[in-house]
């Protein structure tokens, strides 16, 4: 039986209402605190929940809420810019099939589902400062107030500032060269799969999207940027300036330019230059640990930061709950989960490098990509390895150590 009792969450975006359920069912006591004065959505815009993740809301009674928000999809398309099929990689047939989905809609989803199971979430408390103290942790925020528990949990995100706390040194997010971009367009292209994910290889950007039930397509835009830009960089820039920007990468790239040609200003969101998180170093000191995107951050590119950042908020419950000596437990989530998002991050760098590929790149791209779907469909390698990742809630911890 775990010694911890009680923890504080700090992050109310994806990991940390999951965090908090997962803990709430291994026997301990969560209060989510999130920054934003309110639970107004707005922020991000399209994702996947690939099967490895939707089975890790499954260990916290979530999954169900999660698909009645996503769309089921079942093959990525991936054509070049004029139109032409390079090839086709149906998911791995596993149940539950990957969902696409808003990130304002499944943040939401997990906040009201937390909320259900009797998670409290107080907003306007940013956090600025924290430390370890003789039997528990102090959390002070930003409007004065401190909070105290036997453990804190950095779900903060890509920017924590519960990284810097633990780690003073800890690196910073790395820049990767595309900007990112999406919305909706009020338009549908016509003869798409429903139950598709489209990737096109333009000649001067990459384009992703699918066909919503009502009508619209959904979008992103990676359009390769050597300038670092933040979010708060990205949106002083108009949205007009921004779609009309798009409509120039994309004038010759179908259907991109049609896609683009239907969006209006108010339904472009600008996120910034993609970014990365390096190996950190430290992912715990004392009687803080970090979750998600504050420690292991891949590219949207892997198509797997949402569904990581769930299985180790499950597994941090899971360690939490088979070891009543804190230290035990955090060491054992660490060798859970370092290895298998490392590898993840990895590939995701690689994969968004293959965006920014220039015209000799992209040929033996196209001549490559048919070996490389065939690879992709081995179940035993690469993706379909990652996304047949179950969690056993109710399996000792030991048992899965034992098996690395």
């Not at 139109?83 to 696409?100: D, S, Y």
């Not at 003789?134 to 105290?148: I, K, M, P």
């Not at 804190?152 to 633990?166: F, K, Q």
């Not at 910073?172 to 595309?178: E, S, T």
Request: aromatic share 6%; net charge neutral.
């Amino acid at each position: 039986m775990t010694a911890v009792r009680t923890a504080l969450v700090v992050g109310g975006g994806i990991a940390g209402p999951v965090t908090a359920m997962a803990l709430r069912r291994a026997g301990i006591e969560a209060t989510v605190y999130e920054g934003r004065p309110s639970a107004a959505d707005g922020l991000g815009v399209t994702l996947t929940l690939a099967p490895n993740g939707l089975a890790a809301l499954r260990a916290v009674d979530a999954e169900q809420a999660v698909r009645e928000v996503g769309l089921p999809m079942r093959r990525t398309v991936i054509t070049d810019g004029r139109g032409g099929l390079i090839g086709t990689l149906p998911h791995v047939a596993v149940e539950p099939v990957t969902v696409g989905l808003w990130r304002d809609d499944l943040a939401r989803a997990l906040r009201e589902r937390a909320e259900a199971q009797g998670v409290p979430i107080v907003y306007g408390k940013r956090l600025v400062d924290a430390e370890s103290t003789a039997d528990g942790v102090l959390a002070r925020f930003g409007d004065g107030s401190t909070a105290t528990a036997d453990l804190l949990i950095g779900a903060d995100g890509i920017r924590s500032r519960v990284r810097t706390l633990i780690d003073p040194a800890a690196p910073d997010p790395q820049v990767l060269p595309l900007l990112n971009l999406g919305g909706a367009a009020r338009y549908a292209v016509p003869d798409a799969d429903p139950e598709a994910m489209y990737l096109v290889f333009g000649s001067r950007g990459f384009f992703g999207y699918w066909v919503e039930p009502d009508g619209r397509t959904a979008w992103f835009a990676n359009v390769p940027d050597p300038r670092p830009t933040t979010w708060a960089e990205a949106n002083q820039t108009p949205p007009e300036q921004w779609l009309h920007r798009l409509r120039e990468v994309y004038a010759d790239d179908v259907p991109a330019h049609q896609v683009l040609a239907h969006t209006e200003p108010a339904d472009v969101v600008a996120i910034g230059s993609i970014e990365t998180m390096p190996s950190v170093p430290h992912w715990y000191r004392d009687r803080m640990v970090l979750v998600g995107d504050a420690v292991h951050a891949p590219s949207p590119s892997s198509g797997q930061g949402a569904s990581l950042a769930v299985e180790s908020a499950v597994q941090l419950a899971r360690c939490l709950r088979d070891h009543s000596d804190l230290p035990t437990a955090l060491t054992a989530y660490e060798r859970l989960r370092r290895p298998r998002v490392e590898k993840v991050v990895r590939r995701g760098r690689q994969t968004t490098s293959t965006k920014t590929a220039g015209p000799v790149a992209k040929r033996m791209m196209r001549i490559m990509m048919p070996l490389a779907l065939r690879t992709f469909l081995n179940p035993e390698r690469s993706l379909g390895a990652e996304q047949r990742y179950r969690i056993d809630w109710d399996a000792p911890v030991s048992a899965e150590l034992a098996q690395r």
